[in-house]
């Protein structure tokens, strides 16, 4: 009596030693405390964890407890998950504490439960860091197992882009593509956007999902519009060389190819919905995607047998224009008239 007792967090990892027994009955009370522990006390322990053995033994235990993870445990697993991968990850002298991390946030991830209490700043937080460690990669090849590391990496990552609406998956890469393309490649960015478009039109509630995708690309066009028309004017209208006078401009320059590409998917899946949301969008915001593969607005041709093909169409490599200087030829040239039209003309 009269003496400090462990708090329980304190003892889990390095219990006490039992006088006259064995190491294995030592480990056997470490076991049972971190089994029967609150899993929001461990995953504080997280990014605290002092010795390498003790975070292995902390994660791996965290993983096979993924199924006991409750709607309350989520969000502080998922912030202590944050934390670590930014201390550890492609850091020197932890390279031993990786491995378990990663598959940590591999089995975190292909959870829909885990995943479905989080808000958008903290899905936000972990897709940062599996796209930054993807972008910038080299440390992995410093590492034995380093390849499947990465490869980790990248199954996390589209799993966490897969187990949440695909909206919000969408708006996350082009909020990241956006405002950190100094730590995550545009291109990078634009290729999980097509892996997350791909599935656009297969969900049991196809018009509520593609307005929902429709609506994250307007907002991304309303946050981007006023730099893209500045600077893909400058681009269009000089006739010298114009490079992009930020890595930002070079970055929405790419993410807008992206974002024609998922309109053009929604035009192709809903053609009617698509329209009617295109005739809700500022002028400017419209001409932004007159380079999708089916005019902006457009429902269907005329029964006069005319073409609706837009005269002025912005360039299909814009991105790479304003990345390298090159002024870049038009994506589509305007449509020839038809020999009844020229007649007409001329008559």
């Known amino acids: 009596t009269g003496g400090l007792a ?14 006259g027994d064995t190491g294995d009955v030592n480990s056997l009370v470490r076991e049972v405390a971190l089994q ?8 504080e322990r997280v990014p605290k964890c002092g010795g390498s053995d003790d975070f292995r033994i902390l994660c791996s235990t965290l993983k ?21 991968m930014r201390m550890y990850l492609g850091h020197d002298r932890c390279s031993d504490r990786c491995k378990p991390l990663v598959d940590l946030l591999d089995e975190f991830c292909a959870s829909r439960d885990c995943l479905r209490p989080l808000d958008s700043s903290l899905l936000r937080g972990l897709l940062r860091e599996q796209l930054r460690n993807l972008h910038d990669s080299k440390w992995t090849l410093q590492l034995e ?4 590391l990465l490869r980790t ?7 966490l882009l897969n187990n949440i609406p695909r909206s919000n998956a969408m708006s996350l890469l082009l909020q990241l593509g956006t405002e950190e393309s100094e730590v995550i490649a545009s291109s990078l960015v634009v290729k999980c956007l097509r892996k997350v478009a791909k599935g656009l039109g297969t969900h049991r509630d196809l018009e509520a999902e593609v307005a929902a995708v429709l609506q994250a690309m ?11 028309s500045s600077l893909l004017g400058v681009i269009r209208e000089s006739t010298s060389s114009v490079a992009a006078r930020s890595l930002v401009d070079a970055a929405v320059c790419a993410l807008l190819e992206g974002v024609r590409e998922v ?3 929604a035009q192709q899946t809903r053609l009617e919905q698509a329209t009617a949301w295109a005739e809700k969008l500022r ?10 593969q089916l005019p902006i607005g457009v429902a269907a041709a005329p029964a006069t047998g005319k073409e609706n093909v837009p005269t002025e169409i912005p360039c299909k490599n814009e991105a790479a224009a304003a990345a390298t200087g090159t002024i870049a030829k038009p994506l589509l040239a305007p449509s020839s008239p038809t020999p009844a039209q020229s007649a007409t003309a001329r008559a």
């Open 36 to 43: 029967t522990a609150p899993i929001s006390q461990l995953a």
């Open 218 to 228: 307007g907002a991304w066009l309303r946050r981007a519009q006023p730099r893209l």
């Open 153 to 159: 990496i990248n199954l996390s990552c589209v799993m």
């Open 283 to 292: 002028p400017e915001e419209r001409k932004l995607l007159q380079a999708c």
């Open 64 to 84: 096979s407890r993924m199924k006991q993870v409750r709607e309350a445990d989520s969000v502080p697993l998922a912030e202590a998950m944050v934390s670590a």
């Open 263 to 265: 309109v053009d998917l």
């Open 145 to 148: 197992g380093g390849t499947q």
């Open 6 to 19: 462990l708090s329980p967090m304190a003892s889990m990892l390095t219990p006490s030693p039992i006088p």
